[in-house]
C-alpha cells in the first residue's frame, strides 16, 4: 500500500493546568482546600499566607485589579477581595464555630483549654479490677472477660468459645467464666458485661434496688419487663403487657419512665468522641429589609507572593530564574483560582438567597422547589459547576447552618396548579407528628389526608418515605399509654 500523507482539521477541548485546578478548588470543602493551600505553601516558596501585618510595599493590591497579576519584583499579592463582599461574621449569630469571644485572637487560651484524654471502658474497669480482693486466678479470668468486651460495654462472645480459645494447659471451664463474668457485671458502669441489652438493663436496674430499696415495687415490674417482655415494650404492645404482667396504665407507665432513664450503652461514656465544627463559607443577615449574602472572611485563606522572591524570579533566565518564574506564575494561577472559588461561591448563594426568601422569613415550610439547572441558569453556568458549589459549602443563616444543597429539592404538586417543595412537606409532617394525640397517633394515611386538605397532594409511601427519612418512628411506635 502506498504511503500517503492527509490533513484533517477538528476541534477537541483541552484543560488548561490553571483551569484544572480552579475546577478542584472548586469542588473541595473548606476543610480540604486548607489541606491543599497547606501542601501547595510547601512545595512554592513564593507562595505564602499573609499574616495581616503588611507595611505600604508589602499591601497586596485591591480585589478589583486582581485579575491582572502584578509584574516581578512588584509588591506582594494577597486576595484582599472586596471590602463589601468579606465580612466578618455578624455578631448576633451565635453558632458553634464561633464562641462569645473571638477564638483566633487567644490562640494561647485555646490551647490551654484542650480536652485531657479520657480513660478508655478497658482502663477504667482494670483500674476497678486492680481495687478488688480476687484471687490471682479469678482476677485474671475478669480481665480475660474486660479484654473481650466491645466498645458498648456488652460481652459478644459466649462463655463456651472464650473457654475454647484458651490453651489445654490454663484448664478454663465455662463455670469458671461465668462467676468470673458476675464480679465484672458488679463493676461500674452498671450494666457492662452484659450479653444482651435486655441483661444490660436488668443489671441497672438491680444496681438501682440496691441504692434504693424504697421503690422496689416499680424496679420489680421494670426488670421483669427487662427480662421477659422487652421486645413487647420496644413493640409498644400494651396490651399484651398488661395482660402478662397484671399491672394497670399507671404502674405501666412508671415502669416504662424507669426503663427509659437507663443507658443501654454503658461504654459509650468512655468513647473518644471528636467533635466535629462546620466553618460556614457564606453568611447571610438582613440589611435595610433585603437578604444579603456575604463571605465569611474567616474562613477564606489569606495568600500573597514573596516580594524577595518574585525579585529573584525576575532575573534572566539561566540563572535559576527560569524556576522560580515558574512557581511564581503558579503562585499566581493559585491566588486568582482561590479568588475565584469565593466568588463563585458568592454568586451561587446570593442566588439561592434570591429564591428562598421566604424560607428565611418563615422557616421550612416556607421552602419552594428549586433545582440546580433554575440556578445554572441564572448565572449562565453548566449544572456541575452548581453541584460542585454546592457540595460541602456552607451557609450561616439566623435559622442554623445549612449545606448549599439543603435548598435544593423535588416538588410535588398542588391542587392549585402550584408545587411545593419536598422539605417544606418533611417540615409539614414534623408539626404534625409533634403536635399528635400521643395516644391516637397519626398513621400515614391519616398524613396524607391532611395535606390533601390543605392542597397539598401526597401519596401515603411517599409520607412514609419522608417520615423514615425525619427518624420518625411508625404509628405503632409513637403510642403511648
Not at 165 to 183: D, F, W
Request: hydrophobic letters at 40%; charged letters at 25%.
Amino acid at each position: 500500500m502506498k504511503p500517503t500523507l492527509q490533513f484533517r482539521l477538528s476541534q477537541h477541548l483541552t484543560l488548561t493546568p490553571q483551569l484544572q485546578q480552579s475546577i478542584r478548588l472548586l469542588q473541595l470543602s473548606t476543610v480540604e482546600l486548607n489541606q491543599e493551600i497547606e501542601r501547595l505553601l510547601i512545595d512554592n516558596p513564593i507562595l505564602e499566607r499573609e499574616d495581616g501585618e503588611t507595611d505600604a510595599a508589602g499591601t497586596a493590591p485591591a480585589a478589583g485589579t486582581r485579575d491582572e497579576p502584578a509584574a516581578a519584583g512588584a509588591s506582594s499579592e494577597a486576595p484582599q477581595g472586596n471590602p463589601e463582599r468579606n465580612e466578618e461574621l455578624p455578631s448576633d449569630f451565635a453558632a458553634p464555630w464561633r464562641g462569645a469571644e473571638d477564638s483566633s485572637r487567644d490562640e494561647d487560651s485555646d490551647r490551654g483549654q484542650t480536652t485531657p484524654d479520657l480513660p478508655t471502658l478497658r482502663d477504667h474497669l482494670n483500674g476497678e479490677l486492680a481495687l478488688t480482693n480476687l484471687g490471682t486466678r479469678d482476677r485474671a479470668l475478669v480481665g480475660l472477660l474486660i479484654d473481650a468486651l466491645d466498645e458498648h460495654g456488652y460481652l459478644t462472645q459466649s462463655l463456651e468459645d472464650i473457654a475454647a480459645l484458651m490453651s489445654a494447659e490454663a484448664q478454663v471451664n465455662v463455670e469458671e467464666l461465668a462467676i468470673a463474668l458476675r464480679h465484672l457485671q458488679n463493676f461500674e458502669p452498671a450494666g457492662v458485661g452484659a450479653r444482651a441489652p435486655g441483661e444490660c438493663l436488668a443489671l441497672q436496674l438491680r444496681a438501682m434496688r440496691e441504692r434504693a430499696p424504697g421503690a422496689d415495687v416499680d424496679i420489680a415490674l421494670a426488670l421483669a419487663i427487662c427480662e421477659q417482655h422487652l421486645d413487647l415494650l420496644a413493640s409498644r404492645d400494651y396490651v399484651r403487657l398488661k395482660n402478662l404482667t397484671g399491672a394497670d396504665d399507671e404502674a405501666l407507665r412508671a415502669a416504662q419512665s424507669l426503663i427509659r432513664g437507663l443507658n443501654p450503652h454503658p461504654g459509650a461514656a468512655f468513647a473518644g468522641i471528636e467533635a466535629r465544627y462546620v466553618i460556614p463559607d457564606v453568611v447571610v443577615r438582613k440589611v435595610k429589609g433585603v437578604w444579603r449574602a456575604s463571605l465569611n472572611q474567616e474562613a477564606m485563606p489569606r495568600l500573597r507572593v514573596n516580594r524577595l522572591y518574585a525579585e529573584l524570579a525576575s532575573r534572566p533566565r539561566g540563572s535559576g530564574g527560569n524556576a522560580m518564574a515558574t512557581q511564581l506564575q503558579e503562585a499566581r494561577w493559585l491566588i486568582k483560582n482561590v479568588l475565584q472559588r469565593f466568588d463563585t461561591i458568592l454568586r451561587v448563594s446570593q442566588a439561592i438567597v434570591d429564591r428562598q426568601r421566604n424560607f428565611l422569613e418563615h422557616g421550612e415550610v416556607a421552602m419552594r422547589p428549586m433545582v440546580l439547572r433554575e440556578i445554572a441558569e441564572v448565572l449562565g453556568v453548566h449544572e456541575s459547576t452548581i453541584s460542585r458549589v454546592t457540595t460541602q459549602k456552607y451557609i450561616a443563616t439566623p435559622r442554623g447552618t445549612y449545606e448549599l444543597k439543603y435548598f435544593f429539592g423535588s416538588h410535588v404538586a398542588t391542587d392549585t396548579g402550584g408545587a411545593a417543595s419536598s422539605t417544606a412537606i418533611r417540615a409539614l409532617i414534623r408539626q404534625l407528628v409533634s403536635a399528635e394525640d400521643t395516644k391516637a397517633p397519626l398513621s400515614d394515611s391519616r398524613i396524607a389526608r391532611i395535606l390533601a386538605e390543605q392542597g397539598i397532594v401526597v401519596a401515603r409511601r411517599t409520607i412514609a418515605k419522608y417520615r423514615e427519612s425525619l427518624q420518625i418512628p411508625p404509628v405503632n411506635q409513637r403510642k403511648s399509654l
